[in-house]
């Protein structure tokens, strides 16, 4: 017996090296790219036809990121990635405020206030979920093009905003069931309608979702491409659209490191909310996000 339980441990302490090398050993392949990217866009032309993928650069400099930014696409005048930066934060903050709060609203009404056909309608906007983008490109254009937004970042927004609502639907809708009906009852007995029970009790209750919401909004629109390219004019374009024009601009000179420097620049956002929030993510997920 004490000789079985002497063994046991060692035992364990092996499998947990070997499962942890295996993780490592993934993470590290996984992480490969990044590595290749950040070390390359601190290279210069002569650093990296000099070296390899994977060397260090032995003279890190930041002009490939300066270039990026502000002036990198030779032969064409358009600044860098600085316009379409900025497009992109102006269109995301708005579409991911609003449709994640119309998401709440929609997820409050079909849990707490359910009315005749109230299925009927969750089903239909959870097709939504499921339906290919490509599908409502020739629709959505159309329409734009009646409200005189066409071309404009507000269009894409609004595009962004009606295309986000299934699923912001589905989260809140799902983490409402969740809740006691009994705390809409209560506060209904007391006096309390619509609006004041959102905000005073359904809201506050809707922290790790709304997380959630945010993340995963943000991600898809920051990332979009398709309605990007489709829907913008020359001066609305998002980063998604910039990144590809720069990294197809024609030139003398094939200059990786600001590709690399562009790239980093385009997804470093996503990076940032992931680091910051990324645990609160996972905890709302485990909240009720996706359950039901």
Same mark, same amino acid.
């Given at each position: 017996?004490?000789?079985?339980?002497?063994?046991?441990?060692?035992?364990?302490?092996?499998?947990?090296?070997?499962?942890?090398?295996?993780?490592?050993?993934?993470?590290?392949?996984?992480?490969?790219?990044?590595?290749?990217?950040?070390?390359?866009?601190?290279?210069?032309?002569?650093?990296?036809?000099? &070296?390899?993928?994977?060397? =260090?650069?032995?003279?890190? &400099?930041?002009?490939?990121?300066?270039?990026?930014?502000?002036?990198?696409?030779? &032969?064409?005048?358009?600044?860098?990635?600085?316009?379409? !930066?900025?497009?992109?934060?102006?269109?995301?903050?708005?579409?991911?405020?609003?449709?994640?709060?119309?998401?709440?609203?929609?997820?409050?009404?079909?849990?707490?206030?359910?009315?005749?056909?109230?299925? =009927?309608?969750?089903?239909?906007?959870? !097709?939504?979920? !499921?339906?290919?983008?490509?599908?409502? @490109?020739?629709?959505?254009?159309?329409?734009?093009?009646?409200? &005189?937004?066409? +071309? +404009?970042?507000?269009?894409?927004?609004l595009v962004h905003i009606i295309a986000g609502l299934p699923s912001t639907t589905l989260f809140f809708r799902n983490y409402y069931v969740g809740l006691p009906d009994e705390l809409v009852k209560a506060a209904m007995l007391d006096g309390a309608g619509f609006w004041r029970i959102f905000w005073r009790i359904i809201l506050p209750l809707s922290t790790p979702i709304t997380v959630v919401t945010l993340i995963w909004q943000f991600t898809n629109i920051w990332n979009d491409f398709l309605y990007g390219i489709v829907f +913008?004019?020359?001066?609305?374009?998002?980063?998604?659209?910039?990144?590809?024009?720069?990294?197809?601009?024609?030139?003398?000179?094939?200059?990786?490191?600001?590709?690399?420097?562009?790239?980093?620049?385009?997804? @470093?956002?996503?990076?940032?909310?992931?680091?910051?929030?990324?645990?609160? !993510?996972?905890?709302?997920?485990?909240?009720?996000?996706?359950?039901?």
């Amino acid at each position: 017996m004490s000789a079985d339980v002497a063994v046991h441990p060692g035992r364990l302490d092996w499998q947990r090296l070997a499962l942890w090398s295996v993780l490592l050993l993934f993470a590290a392949f996984f992480l490969l790219p990044m590595y290749v990217m950040v070390t390359t866009s601190l290279k210069d032309m002569e650093q990296i036809r000099a &070296g390899n993928l994977l060397s =260090l650069p032995t003279a890190p &400099g930041l002009d490939a990121w300066s270039k990026a930014w502000s002036h990198a696409c030779t &032969g064409i005048d358009c600044g860098g990635l600085r316009p379409f !930066f900025m497009n992109s934060v102006v269109m995301v903050i708005p579409a991911v405020l609003i449709s994640t709060l119309l998401g709440a609203i929609n997820g409050y009404v079909l849990s707490k206030w359910r009315f005749k056909g109230s299925e =009927l309608m969750f089903a239909l906007m959870l !097709f939504g979920v !499921f339906m290919p983008m490509q599908v409502v @490109l020739l629709p959505m254009s159309q329409i734009l093009g009646w409200l &005189g937004i066409a +071309s +404009s970042v507000w269009g894409l927004v609004l595009v962004h905003i009606i295309a986000g609502l299934p699923s912001t639907t589905l989260f809140f809708r799902n983490y409402y069931v969740g809740l006691p009906d009994e705390l809409v009852k209560a506060a209904m007995l007391d006096g309390a309608g619509f609006w004041r029970i959102f905000w005073r009790i359904i809201l506050p209750l809707s922290t790790p979702i709304t997380v959630v919401t945010l993340i995963w909004q943000f991600t898809n629109i920051w990332n979009d491409f398709l309605y990007g390219i489709v829907f +913008s004019g020359a001066g609305s374009k998002p980063v998604t659209v910039g990144l590809n024009n720069l990294a197809n601009t024609t030139s003398s000179v094939k200059e990786y490191n600001v590709d690399m420097a562009a790239a980093l620049i385009a997804g @470093l956002p996503t990076l940032i909310v992931y680091i910051v929030a990324g645990k609160y !993510f996972v905890r709302g997920l485990t909240a009720g996000a996706v359950k039901g």
